[in-house]
């Protein structure tokens, strides 16, 4: 009887809490979306019950792992590529894919560096990574950071000087903190990442004619549980989401745009 009592007074219990609180929505996002989106998923979850776990890395990245099995609910990429990538392999919920972010392109130097405003020439660079000084940004053929620094210096006509000196890192934090630690004097990242570490500054904003728009496609996964994704989508692009991304330095694309807003 005592058994039955607990079995009884758990069943109780259980049925207090409500079903939203079991589901958890699992997000993999360029590392550039790190802080907007932690601070938006804590909303949403208080708002919701639903909790929302990330994995931020560099898009190329994760879309392999979810081409691999990993099980992610909702994937934002830091560019059409590696969206284009899951789609044509029919790993994520067309209807639900929107371009919802832009950002920009900029030069980051440690803080208290003496390195004046970018002039974007080979002369510029040279002197302001001096004898052996490193560029840190993505890698170059597949981390849309690298991809689209590539991009830029290439039409600016830089690429040839500056590719050997390149220390290109996994994904775009990961080439912030080279800059911000001082391991690097300057780096290539977006203006959001910039604003994200008191320990850089910009010292450069490229030409958006110079690389192709930085646009971030979200879409819920095709092997998504739940309803969390698709609720935690339509959260961010509402404008219960705005603020998070606005304060963030990101730029949010109007619905119904395709192109990015800089």
Do not use: C
């Amino acid at each position: 009887m005592r058994a039955l009592s607990l079995l009884f007074v758990a069943g109780l219990l259980g049925g207090l809490v409500p079903a939203a609180a079991a589901e958890t929505t699992t997000v993999f996002a360029a590392a550039s979306l790190k802080n907007a989106l932690d601070d938006a998923g804590k909303a949403f979850t208080a708002q919701t019950g639903i909790a929302v776990k990330a994995s931020y890395a560099a898009s190329s990245a994760l879309a392999r792992q979810i081409e691999q099995g990993a099980p992610a609910d909702l994937f934002a990429s830091a560019d059409l590529e590696w969206m284009d990538y899951l789609a044509a392999r029919k790993l994520i919920r067309p209807e639900t894919r929107v371009n919802l972010l832009a950002n920009r392109l900029v030069v980051v130097a440690q803080k208290d560096a003496r390195v004046g405003e970018a002039s974007f020439t080979a002369d510029w660079f040279t002197r302001a990574l001096g004898a052996d000084g490193r560029l840190a940004t993505g890698e170059v053929n597949s981390v849309p950071i690298g991809k689209y620094a590539k991009a830029a210096f290439e039409t600016l006509g830089l690429w040839g000087g500056l590719q050997p000196r390149l220390a290109q890192a996994d994904n775009v934090r990961a080439a912030l903190s080279l800059v911000s630690r001082g391991e690097a004097p300057l780096g290539v990242v977006y203006e959001s990442d910039a604003k994200s570490d008191p320990g850089v500054k910009v010292v450069g904003v490229f030409p958006a004619d110079s690389h192709p728009p930085v646009v971030y496609p979200f879409a819920v996964t095709a092997e998504a549980r739940g309803t969390g994704a698709a609720r935690f989508l339509d959260f961010l692009k509402g404008p219960a989401g705005r603020p998070f991304f606005e304060a963030q330095g990101f730029g949010v694309i109007d619905a119904g745009k395709s192109g990015a807003t800089q």
